[in-house]
């Protein structure tokens, strides 16, 4: 069975954007990440589409689509819900879920480290 990926694509008001990322770090994040549903994840910054706020993916990796649905049914709702509370119009997200194929890492990703 092939992981997912869960991406949380966020459009953030300018004027919130480096306290609403303080908050997804240190507060909402480790709240999804706590459920046990993800493997890991990772926060991007999306340069080219930033015309009406600062853009951001959030990507959770998880080990199938059963946790993934798990996530959705049993733990998303309050999570959104405290999202949404917190920042309303601020920030408007959409999501996408993929299904992991095939990855590979360079070849000298071992020893070129970033």
């Not at 930033?50 to 199938?64: D, F, H, M, P, R």
């Not at 949404?84 to 993929?98: H, I, N």
Request: aromatic share 14%; with cysteine.
């Amino acid at each position: 069975m092939n992981r997912v990926l869960y991406n949380v694509t966020c459009s953030v008001d300018p004027d919130i954007h480096e306290e609403w990322l303080d908050w997804m770090m240190f507060t909402h994040i480790p709240e999804v990440m706590h459920t046990g549903m993800f493997l890991e994840y990772r926060i991007c910054r999306i340069h080219e589409y930033e015309e009406n706020g600062v853009t951001y993916a959030i990507q959770y990796i998880c080990k199938s689509k059963a946790d993934l649905d798990r996530y959705q049914r049993d733990y998303a709702p309050a999570l959104q819900k405290s999202h949404q509370d917190k920042y309303g119009m601020k920030v408007s997200a959409f999501r996408t879920v993929l299904e992991i194929l095939h990855e590979s890492k360079a070849p000298f990703a071992d020893v070129f480290p970033n």
